[in-house]
Structures are given as structure tokens and as C-alpha cells.
């Protein structure tokens, strides 16, 4: 079992930054991918970003490539989405995951979210 709790939403002007934190609690933490995940009001849940384990290997969709990066420290059982170039349309609730299989999921483990606005 993994707990999975988000911080660091809120709101910022267009072009604007953000650093999300997702602290986590388990067993095997350092064993599992994670990946970062966001929704807005009336669309489905998107994937924004993932990462292996040890933090090697990093994957983007493409509309944050360039502007966000994930990291993780295995140490403080912690994973990062530092958010820069902010965009009206990266307003949602952004979700942090855990899978206990390969970065490409599925993933079994979800925070409750925190939500970013950026607004114009």
C-alpha cells in the first residue's frame, strides 16, 4: 500500500512557475514508477509526466514537454513537478500516482490532488 498526499496548488499568473510535491509513505517507494496526472472541469484526466524509479528515465506529454520536469528523491520519499511558463490552459487538479509495475502503468495509486489555476 502507498499514501500518496499533494502540496504546493494554487494560483499564478499566465507565465508564471509552481513546484508540486507529492510526499509518499510506503514500503517500497524507491521500487515504483510515478507519475503526475491532471483534469480539468468537464475533460477526462490527462497524463502530464512520469518517472522510473531510481529517477533515471523521465517522460512528458507533449504539450509540457520543455516547460515541466519531474524529478524524485527516493531519500525523502518524495516526487517534484516543477511547473514553469505556466499556461491559462494548465488549469486543473493535478494528481500524483504510484504503480507498483513499469512507468507505463497502469497505476494503482492516487493522491487527492491539488489544484492549479493560472489565469490571465
Known amino acids: 500500500q502507498v499514501q500518496l498526499v499533494e502540496s504546493g496548488g494554487g494560483t499564478v499568473q499566465a507565465g508564471g512557475s509552481l513546484r508540486l510535491t507529492c510526499a509518499a509513505s510506503g514500503r517500497s517507494f524507491s521500487e515504483y514508477p510515478m507519475g503526475w496526472y491532471r483534469q480539468a472541469p468537464g475533460k477526462e484526466r490527462e497524463f502530464v509526466a512520469a518517472?522510473?524509479?531510481?529517477?533515471?528515465?523521465?517522460y512528458y506529454a507533449d504539450s509540457m514537454k520543455g516547460r515541466f520536469t519531474i524529478s524524485r528523491d527516493n531519500a525523502k520519499n518524495t516526487v517534484y513537478l516543477q511547473m514553469n511558463s505556466l499556461k491559462p490552459e494548465d488549469t486543473a487538479r493535478y494528481y500524483c500516482?504510484?504503480?507498483?509495475?513499469?512507468?507505463?502503468?497502469?497505476?494503482?495509486?492516487w493522491g487527492q490532488g491539488t489544484q492549479v489555476t493560472v489565469s490571465s
Open positions: 518517472i522510473t524509479s531510481s529517477g533515471g528515465d523521465t
Open positions: 500516482a504510484a504503480t507498483p509495475r513499469g512507468v507505463t502503468g497502469p497505476y494503482d495509486y
